[in-house]
């Protein structure tokens, strides 16, 4: 039996897990959170480093409180990106020190590959349509040939990012995403929105722009301009899978990253599903959020396949894309 350490911080959350091949064995995490504004890309890694060695500590306590010591570790995996490129940098040093040290092979894995390969476990989807949203990110995925295709994705911003921007804009705190989500469960009147989709792809910066222009030009209620904002951008999302799982003919479709933790966003996924005769799939919402627990069972995945990283090829990738990836753990 096989046992990974993980260790995450793209961002704003620095995780750090033990899996094995039955189970997540233990987590442990600590959260920098922006005094103001968003993710400020320095303070973040500076937060990571001050809190690393407390995040892995922890963590081990957890294994060992399981029966499992350091020493059982087979391999160290790590976000090689993408992400805020500090960040990648502070968790790769310490992989790579852990990997050293133990003497263990050292695993980069794919920030968005571990976020559909945790949902695929968790949930047992087998082939699923992939709806990845978080961020800094907002694509479908196909697994085909070797790799994930990303059929469609943002041409601008995330509808994370997007969310954040308009929830700075009203003065929220970070992240803005279930604020928002809070205050459109309470909107009642639909405010007219940009509504962009290009092909597979879409848009989300004028969707931005138009929130704020409901709100200080037309004088629109904040709930209703919040329930816009979602159902607008929603739909889209909703749009481009529906697409993607018809042009594949899918009848699986799994919902991976942060901004899955939307309900009204399941709510919409789930209707299109049902419509389509098609099983829907989302896994528990600590495991939508970024967590060491997704790099360590994609590090395990690529373990079993021999697919270790080098530390001469460890250096972080800030724009890691997924279509970049050979996948060695599919057939």
Avoid at 140 to 157: A, C, M, N, W
Avoid at 266 to 286: H, I, N, S, W, Y
């Amino acid at each position: 039996m096989s046992l990974i350490l993980g260790l995450e911080g793209t961002a704003w959350n620095l995780s750090a897990a033990v899996v094995s091949e039955e189970k997540a064995i233990c987590e442990a995490e600590s959260t920098y959170k922006p005094s103001q504004g968003g993710i400020h890309p320095r303070e973040a890694a500076q937060h990571h480093a001050s809190e690393l060695k407390d995040v892995v500590s922890r963590t081990v306590s957890g294994a060992e409180a399981e029966g499992y010591s350091l020493k059982d570790l087979d391999a160290v995996a790590f976000s090689q990106g993408p992400g805020m490129g500090p960040c990648l940098r502070t968790v790769a040093t310490a992989a790579r020190t852990l990997s050293i040290a133990l003497k263990i092979p050292l695993i980069g894995v794919n920030h968005c590959l571990a976020h559909i390969e945790i949902g695929r476990w968790r949930c047992g989807a087998e082939d699923p349509v992939v709806l990845y949203v978080s961020g800094a990110n907002s694509q479908v995925l196909v697994y085909y040939s070797g790799k994930y295709r990303i059929l469609g994705e943002t041409l601008d911003i995330g509808i994370g990012n997007a969310l954040d921007k308009f929830a700075r804009h009203l003065g929220l705190s970070h992240p803005g995403g279930p604020k928002i989500e809070a205050l459109a469960s309470q909107g009642t009147k639909y405010v007219y929105m940009p509504y962009v989709v290009k092909g597979m792809d879409m848009s989300f910066s004028g969707l931005s722009t138009a929130a704020k222009d409901a709100l200080t030009v037309h004088k629109h209620k904040t709930e209703d301009v919040c329930y816009s904002f979602q159902e607008t951008a929603f739909a889209m999302l909703t749009e481009i899978t529906e697409r993607a799982m018809a042009h594949r003919g899918k009848t699986e479709m799994l919902l991976a990253g942060g901004v899955g933790a939307n309900r009204r966003l399941q709510q919409m996924l789930q209707t299109m599903c049902q419509d389509r005769g098609a099983r829907f799939f989302v896994p528990e919402t600590k495991y939508l959020g970024d967590n060491g627990t997704m790099i360590a069972y994609l590090g395990l995945l690529m373990l079993k396949t021999g697919n270790t990283t080098p530390i001469e090829n460890s250096m972080v990738n800030p724009n890691f894309r997924a279509d970049d990836v050979e996948v060695t753990w599919r057939d």
